[in-house]
Structures are given as C-alpha cells and as structure tokens.
C-alpha cells in the first residue's frame, strides 16, 4: 500500500507567522509531488508542486523536497486567516494514480 | 469556463435508490477520476479511466460505476444507495495515466456532497 502521511493538526499559527506543513511518502518511485489547499465546503485546489530535491518558491508559498529522506513541506510565510484551511498533500508514482495524505488542517489566529 | 464540472452540487435521496452523478471537463485531458472524501477529509480514489484502461479500486463495491460516453465525460453511477455512501465525490482529470508523465497535474471538480437517508 502506498502510503502519504501528514499531520492532522489542528495546526494553529498566528497572523504573520511562518506555517510549516510536512509530509512524508513510502514510495521511492514517487515523482512528483503536490501541495493542495481546501476550504471547508469547496474542492481541493493546486496551490504548489515540485519534482526536483530543494526548494521552490512562489509568492509566499515555499515547497521543499527531500527525496533522500522521503519527505515534502510547503512553508506559508506571513500566513494570513485566509490562508486556514486544510492542506493536503499528494505523491504521483509512475504506474499508479496519484495518492493524497490525510491533509493537515491549518487555523491562522488573527 | 469551469475546467471540471460536476452535477448535482448536492444529492439527498432514500436508501435503496439509484442516483448518477455526472462530470464533465474542458481540458482536454486524457484521464478522468472519480474521488470520495470521507468526514475526515480524507480523498480516496475511486476509479481511473482514459480511453484505454479502467483501473477499479478493489475496495470500492460492484455498485458503483463510472460511464464514460467520451474522453470528456465520465459519470458515476451508484445503485442501491447505503447509509455509509454519505460523502463528498469529486470528479477529477489529468493530461496522464498512472504517473505517465512526471509533471502532470491534478485537477478537480466542485464536488458532489451525497446524503443517504
């Protein structure tokens, strides 16, 4: 069984804060990994992904991968309330489908 | 123009009823999915399918079924609903298949939220 596993949280942080999210995978295949962000009552939305070990960076978000240590995380600098939601992440894994972990729920106090 | 669409956003019906759920997407991907995600959020997958290749999730019961009349459509049909088929279904597309191609993308529809009564 492949398998992606995060921390359910809640993970709370305040406003302006720096988020950490972390997510580990079982599967050496995996190639291609994926930060996805939902909001209570819509469907997930791509906000990152990454292929290649380091970082990679776009406005506030920074995805991270290690695949040496089988390990993704996504970093939300200067986190706002409108960042809380709950972020999921997910592998995909040459010959299967793409599979998600169990998300992390994020809260942003203001 | 919404790239994955699904009907209905909502579904309350009886158990022991038939319903479909239908999905629709403009991206011209070759791969369509159909996803459930439990109270806990969880997203499990469903079924995979492009114009070649069916993959069922062993776990999912024999009454649930995709149909797919084209590449851009692929709908979910559920017969003799049960109590525990409450959830959220989210249909879903990528350009690939399985991982064929290292930097496809995921995309997915608006969700149907299915309450058996």
């Known amino acids: 069984q492949k398998e992606v596993e995060q921390n359910s949280g809640p993970l709370s942080v305040p406003e302006g804060a720096i988020a950490s999210l972390n997510c580990t995978y079982s599967?050496?295949?995996?190639?291609?990994f994926f930060w996805y962000r939902q909001y209570s009552g819509k469907s997930p939305e791509l906000i990152m992904f990454?292929?290649?070990?380091g970082d990679k960076e776009d406005g506030r978000f920074t995805a991270q991968l290690n695949k040496a240590s089988q390990y993704v995380s996504l970093l939300i600098r200067d986190s706002q309330p409108s960042d809380s939601a709950t972020y999921l992440c997910a592998v995909n894994v040459y010959g299967q489908n793409f599979v998600f972990g169990p998300g992390t729920r994020l809260s942003v106090l203001p | 123009d919404t790239a994955v669409s699904q009907t209905p956003k909502y579904l309350v019906t009886q158990m022991g009823n038939d319903k479909s759920i239908k999905c629709e997407q403009n991206?011209?991907?070759?791969?369509m999915y159909w996803y459930k995600q439990d109270s806990k959020k969880f997203l499990k997958i469903m079924f995979s399918?492009?114009?070649?290749?069916?993959?069922i999730n062993e776990t999912v019961p024999n009454r649930f079924s995709p149909k797919s009349p084209d590449k851009a459509h692929l709908n979910l049909h559920i017969n003799s609903l049960e109590l525990g088929d409450s959830a959220v279904y989210f249909c879903?597309?990528?350009?690939?298949?399985?991982?064929?191609?290292?930097?496809?993308?995921?995309?997915f529809g608006s969700g149907t939220q299915l309450s058996v009564l």
């Open positions: 879903a597309s990528s350009q690939g298949f399985r991982g064929l191609f290292s930097n496809e993308k995921l995309f």
């Open positions: 399918y492009n114009n070649k290749e069916l993959i």
């Open positions: 599967d050496r295949g995996s190639q291609s």
């Open positions: 990454i292929y290649s070990n």
């Open positions: 991206l011209g991907h070759d791969t």
